[in-house]
Antibody, heavy 126, light 107 residues
Framework: EVQLLESGGGLVQPGGSLRLSCAASGFTFSSYAMSWVRQAPGKGLEWVSAISGSGGSTYYADSVKGRFTISRDNSKNTLYLQMNSLRAEDTAVYYC???????????????????WGQGTLVTVSS | DIQMTQSPSTLSASVGDRVTITCRASQSISSWLAWYQQKPGKAPKLLIYKASSLESGVPSRFSGSGSGTEFTLTISSLQPDDFATYYCQQYNSYPETFGQGTKVEIK
């Protein structure tokens, strides 16, 4: 059974940093790209970042580019999201999601999300 | 970036009704579209991928269609468990954008 368990959320002041983790089990972690998707309170879903199975390719939404860093440790079956220079508008539930490949083109692969964690809440406020 | 627009934003329906939700892309995304269901306080659940492929374990009353820029999610006979918010997502290119959601409410 696929399980994704996020941790690391909490209350942080504007300008602060936080690192989210997502522990994965039930599948061969290194074989799959993974993503972070967030949802602000009462709002819709927003894709944040993705990383290939090897970790060699990463992708970011413009809203977080230069502030957030996605990474993974395949030996620990764990996905990370390092969030720096946090803003009030980053307040959201952050979900990690397992990617299922749709197609590849031009050296990039594009996926949808077949398993999701339960989410971890990040609140940016003074 | 590709913009995804869902309509309607809210839909009131009764058990047994046929329900259709539309998702439009700002440019062609071929068939690279997924649909998700989300209930309050829960993570989204994959329903449909590649516009019309039903995810394993999802009831057959859910179906998807379309290609290019216009897509639909249809629930053939609405059940009590189907009252939720539905999102489309394009995975034709980065950023992989979602529609704003359609809330299906009890009439």
């Amino acid at each position: 059974e696929v399980q994704l368990l996020e941790s690391g959320g909490g209350l942080v002041q504007p300008g602060g940093s936080l690192r989210l983790s997502c522990a994965a089990s039930g599948f061969t972690f290194s074989s799959y790209a993974m993503s972070w998707v967030r949802q602000a309170p009462g709002k819709g879903l927003e894709w944040v970042s993705a990383i290939s199975g090897s970790g060699g390719s990463t992708y970011y939404a413009d809203s977080v580019k230069g502030r957030f860093t996605i990474s993974r440790d395949n030996s620990k079956n764990t996905l990370y999201l390092q969030m720096n220079s946090l803003r009030a508008e980053d307040t959201a539930v952050y979900y990690c999601a397992k990617d299922r490949r749709g197609y590849c083109s031009g050296g990039s692969c594009y996926s949808f999300f077949d398993y999701w964690g339960q989410g971890t809440l990040v609140t940016v406020s003074s | 970036d590709i913009q995804m627009t869902q309509s309607p934003s809210t839909l009131s329906a009764s058990v047994g009704d046929r329900v259709t939700i539309t998702c439009r892309a700002s440019q062609s995304i071929s068939s690279w579209l997924a649909w998700y269901q989300q209930k309050p306080g829960k993570a989204p659940k994959l329903l449909i991928y590649k516009a019309s492929s039903l995810e394993s374990g999802v009831p057959s009353r859910f179906s998807g269609s379309g290609s290019g820029t216009e897509f639909t999610l249809t629930i053939s006979s609405l059940q009590p468990d189907d009252f939720a918010t539905y999102y489309c997502q394009q995975y034709n290119s980065y950023p992989e954008t979602f529609g704003q959601g359609t809330k299906v409410e009890i009439k």
